[in-house]
Nanobody, 120 residues
């Protein structure tokens, strides 16, 4: 059974940092393009970062470029999202997902999400 479990969200002040983790089970994560998307109330889902299973190349949406870093630890079957210089507009539920067509747009399986709130 494919399962993705996100963790690491929380409440942080503007300018702060968080590291999200996504633990995969039921499949070998290193065979999949992986990514993170977020969704805020009343807003469309936004693919923010993805990482290739082939060469580890990465993609970042303009909204997070230079502030967020995606990485993967295949030995731990885990994907991470390091988020720095957080802004109130980063507030959303963050989901880890497979990225089957490597577009960071059409996601496959995803987890239950982890809430990130950026507020003073």
């Amino acid at each position: 059974q494919v399962q993705l479990v996100e963790s690491g969200g929380g409440l942080v002040q503007p300018g702060g940092s968080l590291r999200l983790s996504c633990a995969a089970s039921g499949f070998a994560l290193d065979r999949y393009h992986m990514g993170w998307f977020r969704q805020a109330p009343g807003k469309e889902r936004e693919g923010i970062s993805c990482i290739s299973s082939i060469d580890g190349s990465t993609y970042y949406a303009d909204s997070v470029k230079g502030r967020f870093t995606i990485s993967r630890d295949n030995a731990k079957n885990t994907v991470y999202l390091q988020m720095n210089s957080l802004k109130p507009e980063d507030t959303a539920t963050y989901y880890c997902a497979t990225d089957p067509d490597s577009t960071c747009t059409l996601f496959g399986s995803w987890g239950q999400g982890t809430q990130v709130t950026v507020s003073s």
